[in-house]
């Protein structure tokens, strides 16, 4: 069975660009949420969606948002791209928001 | 607000036991996870906690006291393939059931 994917992979901005990354949950997971990972640290909640509603969100600016289709695939969308943004940013699926998260490979955010 | 803590890195040689401990802090405690993440690599699910007691899964076991605030993850019988990051994560029923993580500890394992 598929894994959680995302995509791109890697993906080169510049400042004041705006960026869309992409997430397919694991078959039959309802819920995603997305996480923010520096380098050298955890990863940093920023948002959960669980039946195409926003259910949970982090401290993160109005610049960070995001949305799930009724496929259970989701978006997360940044504007005006500083480069503090630059970083893994990974998606997480669960069948509800009760069970485990599943983690995909992540996109790899570079801001220049 | 929620915090863990948990030490930055832990030093073993091949077929050692190691245990990472971690404490915390929240307001709306639901359950205890551990992720592993090697470099460059996605955070993989090890286990999870939501009672308190061992759960073991094959040479991994996690461990949970809910009224001392505190977990732990056991590495058995090391392998060179265990050098990895290790993260301990608590569920926050308050705020949408958001895992929020710790600062992970570094396993190198030696030959």
């Known amino acids: 069975d598929a894994g959680v994917t995302q995509s791109p992979t890697h993906l080169i901005k510049t400042r004041g660009q705006h960026v869309t990354l992409r997430c397919s949950p694991i078959?039959?997971?309802?819920?995603v949420s997305w996480y923010q990972q520096v380098l050298g640290q955890g990863p940093q909640f920023i948002f959960q969606?669980?039946?195409?509603?926003?259910?949970g969100r982090g401290n993160f600016p109005d610049r960070f948002s995001a949305r799930q289709f009724p496929n259970y695939s989701s978006e997360l969308n940044v504007n005006a791209l500083l480069l503090g943004d630059s970083a893994l940013y990974l998606c997480?699926?669960?069948?509800?928001?009760?069970?485990?998260?599943?983690f995909g490979d992540g996109t790899r955010l570079s801001i220049l | 607000g929620q915090s863990l803590e948990q030490p930055s890195e832990v030093t073993a040689v091949e077929g050692a036991i190691v245990q990472i401990n971690c404490t915390y802090q929240?307001?709306?405690?639901?359950?205890l996870s551990w992720y592993q993440q090697h470099d460059g690599g996605a955070p993989t699910f090890l286990s999870y906690?939501?009672?308190?007691g061992l759960e073991e899964t094959g040479r991994f076991s996690s461990f949970l006291s809910r009224s001392d605030s505190y977990g732990y993850l056991l590495l058995q019988e090391l392998q060179m393939k265990d050098s990895a990051s290790y993260f301990c994560?608590?569920?926050?029923?308050?705020?949408?059931?958001?895992?929020?993580f710790g600062g992970g500890t570094r396993v190198l394992v030696k030959p």
């Open positions: 997480a699926s669960s069948v509800n928001r009760d069970q485990p998260q599943h």
């Open positions: 929240t307001s709306g405690f639901y359950g």
């Open positions: 906690n939501a009672l308190d």
């Open positions: 969606y669980y039946e195409k509603e926003e259910r």
């Open positions: 078959s039959g997971h309802k819920s």
């Open positions: 994560a608590v569920r926050d029923k308050a705020a949408g059931n958001k895992l929020t």
